[in-house]
């Protein structure tokens, strides 16, 4: 089956049905304007972290390329902006792409960046933004409605965090970030089991390897190393290194080999619920990276016995 073809929209405007907060307006954009600076307004007092945020130039950078060819496939970068009677609730900021699995084609996307706005939380609103993220990748696409669809998101590990940051970002984002992982294992996220690094997002920025990538309601119980290895090199090109080659960078090169490997070897990889062992693991909170993250905690041979602080090993 061939891939979907782009459907040509480059803006959109929609009415999403909220869950307990009620009608949300959604205003969506592939360029600058008027959506993108809302969108930015709100999106910078949500996100506090130095190596995970993205500057307002970064974000221009990888909008512009759409329609660029920037990767041998279909794809989009957008921008959105939920309100009510013109108050920001949240948004969100996504790449999306066509690709080819083992199974024919589906849809792929990356939550890059998803946000609530403090006066807004707490009413399910987050929920929302991630179905008019959904919504709207599926809009990018000519008759894509029945496509599976890989959504993935990257979360802190709590357990690589030192104290400083866990507690920054925990007050910024109005949650503690072992509950954050929870929230998103209950809207249906589950944990790659695989060494996920983010690289720089600009010269003046960092890798971050305290990150953990998962996917939301995956179409199958292991993902195909093969769509593994494809997102990534597509994410990779457009929305962190901006039209750059992953193959030359040194954080991305790895990956994708591994990808590759595993791929030729019909390899899946290993999807994780980390909600049986979180609060176990809550206790080993703030250590500075001092140990196995939650990731691989999760992924341990024999996993389900924990050592805390203060206990023999």
Not at 151 to 160: A, G, H, Q, V
């Amino acid at each position: 089956m061939p891939l979907p073809a782009l459907s040509g929209l480059a803006d959109a405007g929609f009415e999403l049905e909220g869950g307990r907060g009620g009608r949300l307006d959604v205003e969506a954009a592939t360029g600058p304007g008027a959506v993108f600076d809302r969108f930015f307004a709100a999106y910078d007092e949500a996100f506090v972290l130095p190596d995970e945020k993205e500057g307002r130039e970064g974000f221009l950078e990888c909008l512009a390329l759409n329609g660029a060819g920037a990767i041998a496939a279909p794809y989009a970068e957008w921008v959105l902006v939920a309100s009510r009677d013109g108050d920001v609730v949240g948004g969100a900021n996504f790449f999306c792409h066509a690709l080819e699995g083992r199974d024919g084609s589906a849809l792929a996307m990356n939550l890059n960046y998803v946000f609530v706005a403090p006066a807004h939380r707490g009413r399910g609103h987050l929920r929302d933004m991630v179905a008019a993220a959904r919504r709207l990748a599926r809009m990018t696409f000519a008759g894509a409605d029945a496509l599976p669809l890989y959504l993935f998101i990257e979360l802190n590990d709590p357990l690589l965090m030192d104290a400083e940051a866990y507690a920054l970002d925990s007050e910024v984002a109005g949650i503690d970030q072992f509950d954050r992982v929870a929230v998103w294992a209950r809207l249906g996220a589950r944990l790659l089991d695989f060494d996920y690094v983010q690289p720089p997002l600009s010269a003046s920025q960092f890798a971050d390897t305290g990150l953990m990538l998962g996917v939301v309601d995956p179409p199958h119980p292991a993902l195909d190393a093969c769509v593994l290895g494809t997102h990534l090199e597509r994410f990779f090109a457009v929305s962190v290194l901006k039209g750059g080659d992953p193959h030359a960078d040194p954080d991305t090169a790895a990956q994708l080999r591994a990808c590759a490997t595993r791929c030729m070897a019909g390899e899946a990889i290993r999807l994780l619920d980390p909600m049986p062992r979180l609060d176990a693991l809550r206790p080993l909170a703030g250590r500075g990276g001092r140990g196995p993250g939650l990731r691989a905690r999760l992924a341990a041979p024999g996993a389900g016995t924990e050592t805390l602080p203060g206990n023999p090993a």
